[in-house]
């Protein structure tokens, strides 16, 4: 069954349907329907809700339920997040899963509470301190968001590692139907590592600190091996064939506006692929470099001024070049803006 709902409120639906059990949030635009309904949804199927009183001390609690082995999500928007950085940091380094989302808003600063995408490279590259990087998904559309948040927790229990949703403003508030995921299929793990109480076993700890740097540099090394087997969740949708002139790259709710002037162009008999990254970190870097070669240049698109662009021109090879087209600040390219920026290129301008 198919039912109409908010970007918030299906990935909010969604977590529970795989099996959280406690949430704890902070009120932040636009992402604040989220708590509203994780505080009443969460009592009815007997899980924990707690509205704390900072990002601060939300992030120090998704510590806390983690480490005791429950499934935990948090949610945020762009200063949100920024305040949890040192908490996340803890959590990878203790080896902790959770799932945390950022509905992107306009920065820096305080910004504004329109949509955006410059937290790419908060969550992709690290965002506190420490060598790690977040498992990262880009959503496009209500459906993806809800069904991308539903297995977040099975990967960030494969892993013991955060895994973060990156939506944004306008994918957070718009109302879809969509088809959610059904309840038990997506099953917490046994975990052995938790603090359930040592009682007939040896006690475990969970910790992220190593005074000794020797001990601590093989951690890290335990860590970048893990990163290395994280390719295996790389997901990304392609719309591609040989001797193109235009390889459109975009991630989220972007994509979905260059997607239609992609769609438009083809009907004029223009020949333009499409190219959208769904996971960002593992980033689809064969695929996309495969897809490039195919093209005579490739263009990016974000609303922020080049985050994601750094990866693709890292992954084009040197001689494809790679054309820009950013919007920032809360301002979301039209449809229209992006099929005349194209057009212009197919023509040789831009």
Same mark, same amino acid.
């Given at each position: 069954?198919?039912?109409? =709902?908010?970007? $918030?409120?299906?990935?909010?639906?969604?977590?529970?349907?795989?099996?959280?059990?406690?949430? *704890?949030?902070?009120?932040?635009?636009?992402?604040?329907?989220?708590?509203?309904? =994780?505080?009443?949804?969460?009592?009815?199927?007997?899980?924990?809700?707690?509205?704390?009183?900072?990002?601060?001390?939300?992030?120090? =609690?998704?510590?806390?339920? &983690?480490? &005791?082995?429950?499934?935990?999500? $948090? /949610?945020? /928007?762009?200063?949100?997040?920024?305040?949890?950085?040192?908490?996340?940091?803890?959590?990878?380094?203790?080896?902790?899963?959770?799932?945390?989302?950022?509905? =992107?808003?306009?920065?820096?600063?305080?910004?504004?509470?329109?949509?955006?995408? /410059?937290?790419? *490279?908060?969550?992709?590259?690290?965002?506190?301190?420490?060598?790690?990087?977040?498992?990262?998904?880009?959503?496009?559309?209500?459906?993806?968001? &809800?069904?991308?948040?539903?297995?977040?927790?099975?990967?960030?229990?494969?892993?013991?590692?955060?895994?973060?949703?990156?939506?944004?403003?306008?994918?957070?508030?718009?109302?879809?139907?969509?088809?959610?995921?059904?309840?038990?299929?997506?099953?917490?793990?046994?975990?052995?590592?938790?603090? $359930?109480?040592?009682?007939?076993?040896?006690? !475990?700890?969970?910790?992220? *600190?190593?005074?000794?740097?020797? $001990?601590?540099?093989?951690?890290?090394?335990?860590?970048?091996?893990?990163?290395? !087997?994280? !390719?295996?969740?790389?997901?990304?949708?392609?719309?591609?064939?040989?001797?193109?002139?235009?390889?459109?790259?975009?991630y989220g709710t972007v994509a979905r506006i260059l997607r239609s002037a992609v769609q438009r162009l083809r009907n004029e008999g223009k020949k333009i692929g499409f190219f959208r990254p769904i996971s960002l970190w593992p980033f689809p870097e064969d695929a996309l470099k495969s897809a490039s070669r195919k093209s005579k240049l490739v263009f990016v698109s974000e609303m922020s001024y080049g985050q994601m662009l750094e990866d693709v021109r890292r992954v084009v090879p040197d001689d494809i070049e790679v054309k820009f087209y950013g919007r920032a600040g809360g301002v979301v390219p039209s449809p229209n803006e992006l099929y005349l920026?194209?057009?212009?290129?197919?023509?040789?301008?831009?």
């Open positions: 069954m198919r039912v109409l =709902m908010k970007g $918030t409120e299906a990935m909010a639906e969604a977590a529970i349907r795989a099996g959280c059990y406690a949430y *704890f949030g902070y009120p932040i635009t636009p992402q604040t329907e989220l708590i509203h309904y =994780m505080s009443r949804r969460m009592p009815e199927v007997k899980g924990v809700f707690l509205q704390a009183e900072s990002e601060v001390s939300v992030i120090n =609690m998704v510590y806390g339920a &983690a480490a &005791a082995g429950v499934r935990v999500m $948090t /949610s945020s /928007s762009s200063p949100g997040v920024s305040l949890m950085q040192e908490g996340i940091s803890y959590l990878v380094g203790a080896q902790l899963p959770a799932v945390l989302i950022n509905v =992107m808003r306009g920065g820096p600063g305080l910004g504004n509470i329109q949509p955006s995408q /410059s937290d790419y *490279f908060q969550s992709t590259k690290g965002g506190g301190h420490g060598d790690y990087k977040l498992i990262t998904f880009a959503p496009s559309s209500v459906s993806e968001a &809800a069904s991308l948040v539903y297995g977040a927790f099975d990967i960030a229990e494969k892993y013991r590692h955060p895994v973060m949703i990156l939506a944004d403003g306008a994918l957070g508030q718009i109302m879809e139907p969509v088809s959610l995921p059904e309840h038990g299929l997506s099953k917490p793990s046994v975990k052995s590592w938790a603090l $359930t109480g040592a009682k007939g076993r040896s006690a !475990n700890k969970v910790l992220s *600190f190593y005074l000794d740097p020797k $001990t601590l540099e093989e951690h890290n090394l335990i860590l970048q091996e893990k990163f290395k !087997n994280v !390719n295996e969740e790389i997901k990304f949708e392609e719309d591609i064939f040989d001797d193109m002139d235009v390889l459109a790259v975009a920026k194209l057009k212009s290129l197919l023509e040789g301008g831009m």
